[in-house]
């Protein structure tokens, strides 16, 4: 709310956005999880729409599963941690800004951009709560805390601030209306950069490689450096230019002269 201009958008719907994601974002995000995982064992044929999405739910069970075996090695692991873990998680928090840019309404991109960092803002303090109820409380010292509350949180917020300046840029294929195979590429194109730094920096931190997921978190910041930068580029380059005010011209008639 304060070190980033808000645009179309105003602090009550960024706290708005923040709860909602905080609440109905994370119900969602355990639904599907929960889901995905009834699909393990069962294959499906019959209807196509709900084959497609059986299988859907299926690769990202098997996502999950990549990301959670600590057997699997690098390549396996970030494989889970940006197909489950990354994809699953940005679309939730994406979910608000994209319901927004499809309304009438919309929303300028420095809108798009806090609405994103409040999505992300709230999603990562549910999500710490939870891990603190299920791993931490009695067990871990303060110091879990504060990379739970202030790094991971800051985090999710950068990413999808991220996408939903990403979303603000393809707001003309959002607009009227689309098919689901049209949205859903749209949506992964605006997914694609975050989710990816995402299960980088889970995969890192996987495989205790500290140095490397703080690099990782460091590119994030410089993904949404560059791409307000752009935006700001196109921006003023789009601006039609200043009107020049118009030089009055004194004309000087000549007396006539008499007929003769």
């Known amino acids: 709310m304060f070190l980033f201009e808000k645009g179309t958008a105003n602090s009550k719907q960024l706290l708005g956005v923040g709860a909602t994601t ?7 995000l355990l639904l599907i999880q929960l889901a995905a995982s009834l699909t393990n064992g069962y294959l499906f044929r019959g209807n196509i729409a709900i084959m497609i999405a059986f299988y859907i739910l299926k690769f990202i069970a098997f996502s999950y599963q990549c990301a959670s075996d600590p057997s699997n090695g690098f390549i396996l692991s970030f494989f889970g941690y940006t197909f489950g873990v990354g ?18 309404k919309g929303i300028d991109w420095r809108g798009a951009c ?3 960092l409040a999505s992300g803002v709230g999603f990562g303090v549910a999500e710490g709560i939870m891990y603190s109820s299920d791993s931490y409380n009695g067990v871990h010292t303060f110091g879990v805390y504060l990379v739970r509350f202030v790094s991971c949180v800051a985090l999710h917020a950068v990413w999808s601030a991220a996408v939903g300046i990403t979303i603000w840029h393809q707001r003309k294929k959002l607009a009227g209306d689309l098919d689901w195979k049209e949205l859903t590429l749209v949506v992964l194109i605006a997914l694609a950069g975050p989710m990816t730094l995402h299960g980088l920096y889970d995969t890192m931190l996987k495989r205790d490689m500290a140095v490397w997921a703080l690099v990782t978190a460091l590119a994030s910041f410089g993904w949404l450096a560059g791409l307000i930068e752009w935006t700001r580029y196109q921006e003023a380059n789009e601006a039609p230019p200043p009107k020049k005010a118009l030089r009055s011209i004194r004309v000087h008639q000549s007396p006539m002269l008499p007929s003769e």
């Not at 940005?90 to 994209?98: D, I, N, Y």
């Open 22 to 28: 905080a609440t109905l974002g994370i119900i969602s």
């Open 87 to 104: 994809l699953c998680e940005e679309l939730v928090k994406a979910a608000p800004v994209l319901l927004r840019m499809r309304s009438p």
């Open 114 to 116: 806090v609405w994103g």
